[in-house]
T-cell receptor
Framework: DTEVTQTPKHLVMGMTNKKSLKCEQH?????MYWYKQKAKKPPELMFV???????INESVPSRFSPECPNSSLLNLHLHALQPEDSALYLC?????????????FGPGTRLTVT | SQQGEEDPQALSIQEGENATMNCSYK?????LQWYRQNSGRGLVHLIL?????REKHSGRLRVTLDTSKKSSSLLITASRAADTASYFC???????????FGSGTRLLVRP
């Protein structure tokens, strides 16, 4: 199984809502990532988890809260988002916690904040 | 922050032609990777070339790396309509401990 799954595929939320994005992989990878991608732009790294511990936070606003419950799951909790947070949110993983290996991406969650 | 700049930003070719995309970067790298992204979807890893390698092939893909010029190129031979996508280079630097993506090239292959 070389797949990274993400749910939901699409999410529309108001600025006062609380929602969560979920990501799952069963490749035994020990590094997992959240990226944000705006239209026609490259992905921008948000968070990195290595061996279930947060290792990189790219100065992301606290309205985004990551969580790694176990080695297969990664969540991104959303609260009080702004319209400019509307984007494609991508999850990725790489093997053995070696962050220089190739990354496997999920299909993304298209988030719209109204 | 963006490490890589890609050129051209957009490329339109006829099916069967070759497509060449270039990537330039600013600082020393551990490896350089190329990814493909179909419209609005996740990225797919294509090829990884390490800093001590000069050329790598995978099927119809050929990647070169010139560390003296801090540049890489991706050649897709005998292109197909299904190759239509955005292509990103991404560099890994041990100093930053993360993968940084270039600006991307949007490739359109006309049938």
């Amino acid at each position: 199984d070389t797949e990274v799954t993400q749910t939901p595929k699409h999410l529309v939320m108001g600025m006062t809502n609380k929602k969560s994005l979920k990501c799952e992989q069963h490749m035994g990878h020990r590094a997992m990532y959240w990226y944000k991608q705006k239209a026609k732009k490259p992905p921008e790294l948000m968070f990195v988890y290595s061996y279930e511990k947060l290792s990189i936070n790219e100065s992301v606003p606290s309205r985004f809260s990551p969580e790694c419950p176990n080695s297969s799951l990664l969540n991104l909790h959303l609260h009080a988002l702004q319209p400019e947070d509307s984007a494609l949110y991508l999850c990725a993983s790489s093997q053995e916690g070696q962050l220089s290996y190739e990354q496997y991406f999920g299909p993304g969650t298209r988030l719209t904040v109204t | 922050s963006q490490q890589g700049e890609e050129d051209p930003q957009a490329l339109s070719i006829q099916e069967g032609e070759n497509a060449t995309m270039n990537c330039s970067y600013k600082t020393s790298i551990n490896n350089l990777q190329w990814y493909r992204q179909n419209s609005g979807r996740g990225l797919v890893h294509l090829i990884l070339i390490r800093s001590n390698e000069r050329e790598k092939h995978s099927g119809r893909l050929r990647v070169t790396l010139d560390t003296s010029k801090k540049s890489s190129s991706l050649l897709i031979t005998a292109s197909r309509a299904a190759d239509t996508a955005s292509y990103f280079c991404a560099t890994w630097m041990d100093s930053s401990y993360k993968l940084i993506f270039g600006s991307g090239t949007r490739l359109l292959v006309r049938p």
